[in-house]
Structures are given as C-alpha cells and as structure tokens.
C-alpha cells in the first residue's frame, strides 16, 4: 500500500449502553504535574522535529512529513476559488477518508489527519481545526452533509469524536474528548458551544498538584434531534435524549430526558416537548 493511500471511513459506533460508566485515567504526563502536552513537548529524548512529527502528524515518514507541510504552507491560506478547488483535490490524500464534494475553508489546522474521516457534502468553514491527536483512539468521524462552523475546534485528548448526518456546528464551538463524544443526526449546535468530554481532574489530595492526581472521564452522549442554544456548556458525563432543547447559557450536567426543554446553571427541565 502506498504511503499516502486511505483507507475507506469506518461506520459510527452505536451509543454506549451506559454512558455513565466512569473511566479513571492515570496523571497525565507520567504523574510530574504536567498535562501530556507539556510532557510530549518537554521531552528531551526527541529532538524538535520528531516532536513535531508526534504532536501534528501523528505517522512517521519524510514523505508524509514533506507532503503534509507543503499542502499545509502553500495550500491552507489560499483564497478564493481557486484555494478551494485545490484543497478540495489534495487535502483529501491527508484523510483517513474524505467523501464526495467535501469543502475546506481557508488556513485550517489538522492534526494526526489519518485518524479524521468526513462524509461526504461536509463543509469545514475557515480557520477550524481537526485535531485528532491520541495514542489509542480512533479520532474524528463526521457524517454527510454536516457543516463546522468558522473558528470550531474539534480537539481529541486520545478520545474520539462522533458526529451524526446532517448536523450543523455553529462558529466559535469547541468539543473536546478525552474518552468518547457522541452528536447524534440533526443536531444543531448554536455560536460558542461547548462540549467539555475532557474529564474532571481528582482533587482529593493536596500533597500533590492537580495535575498529577489523574481524572475521571465519562464521555457525553447528545442524542438525535437536539438545538443547543448559544454559550450553552455540556459538562463530562452528561446524556441530553432526543429531540431536546438547551436554552442559551445553560450549563447541563447528568441527563437530561428525551423532548425535554431545558435551561439554566445548572440546567433543569422546564417541560417536554411532548406534553405540547
């Protein structure tokens, strides 16, 4: 198989059975009171360029390294028609998988790009990023006609992020997994949105920083259906059923029921949908 060769997008995984099963993850870096940033970045074992190379790219090779910095430098920034044209001929051969008639906007970042598969008719606006970064995980898997907003980060801390056909990421939103995030199909995501599936970091001992006491991650689980209002934040281990509605400025925290209308800090049901 050739280097640059894709392999074909793997199916979204089914909901966990139960999203509320903790996992309790070691200190990250290696219990010295760095995150695993700090410590990748900080490693005097490897010199800056393989660094650089474990951090962005995520696959070794001086072809890959050489193909990907220059889509990155001459490509990324390129305005207008023809910057979209190009992008959408080469940036593909990055990808894990990339489907038909997908668009990237302008100076986008993307991280370990083999782990990233986009449906086809996805719309990537500008400046947003695709970092896909891990050890273990399978990265970023986006459904068909699903469109990330200008400014969205969708970042991995060795977790996966899940999003379903047809949704809609507004700009300014950022989701982040550090275990799994599942964004079911028609879900539509209002500006500055924040899904937090990076964990809580244990507290209990004051003996040691935070940093080096591990976390417990839960991942988060918003169902099919679902309008999130502007500014609302999703916390670590929330499930948001079906069909509901976060009102803007909502922070939600455990589960919140299908057709549910919900609003405040933290956020409470205020009616179901159903009962009209």
């Not at 949704?167 to 950022?174: D, P, V, Y």
Request: hydrophobic residues 40%; charged residues 20%.
């Amino acid at each position: 198989m050739s280097e640059l060769q894709r392999p074909e997008r793997p199916g979204q995984p089914e909901r966990p059975e139960q999203q509320g099963q903790e996992e309790i993850l070691a200190a990250e870096g290696g219990g010295q009171g760095k995150t695993a940033l700090q410590s990748a970045l900080t490693d005097e074992r490897k010199s800056g360029l393989q660094k650089y190379q474990q951090l962005v790219i995520g696959q070794g090779g001086v072809l890959r390294l050489l193909f990907y910095e220059l889509l990155i430098l001459l490509i990324g920034p390129l305005p207008g028609a023809a910057g979209l044209l190009l992008r959408a001929k080469l940036y593909p051969l990055l990808f894990g998988s990339v489907g038909r008639n997908v668009v990237f906007g302008r100076s986008m970042t993307i991280r370990h790009p083999h782990k990233i598969h986009l449906g086809d008719n996805v719309v990537c606006d500008d400046y947003t990023v695709l970092d896909a970064k891990g050890e273990e995980n399978r990265g970023i898997v986006i459904g068909d006609n699903v469109m990330i907003g200008r400014s969205t980060v969708l970042s991995c801390k060795n977790g996966d992020i899940f999003i379903g056909d047809n949704s809609n990421i507004a700009l300014g939103c950022f989701i982040q997994s550090a275990r799994e995030v599942h964004i079911g199909s028609h879900v539509l995501f209002a500006a500055y949105c924040y899904v937090i599936g990076g964990g809580d970091h244990q507290t209990q001992r004051l003996d040691i920083p935070i940093l080096s006491q591990g976390q417990v991650v839960r991942g988060v689980t918003i169902e099919d259906n679902c309008w999130l209002g502007g500014g609302v934040m999703v916390q670590d281990g929330a499930v948001i059923g079906r069909d509901s509605i976060i009102g803007s400025g909502a922070v939600v925290r455990g589960e919140i029921p299908p057709f549910s209308v919900a609003a405040g800090v933290p956020a409470r049901v205020k009616k179901s949908r159903q009962e009209g």
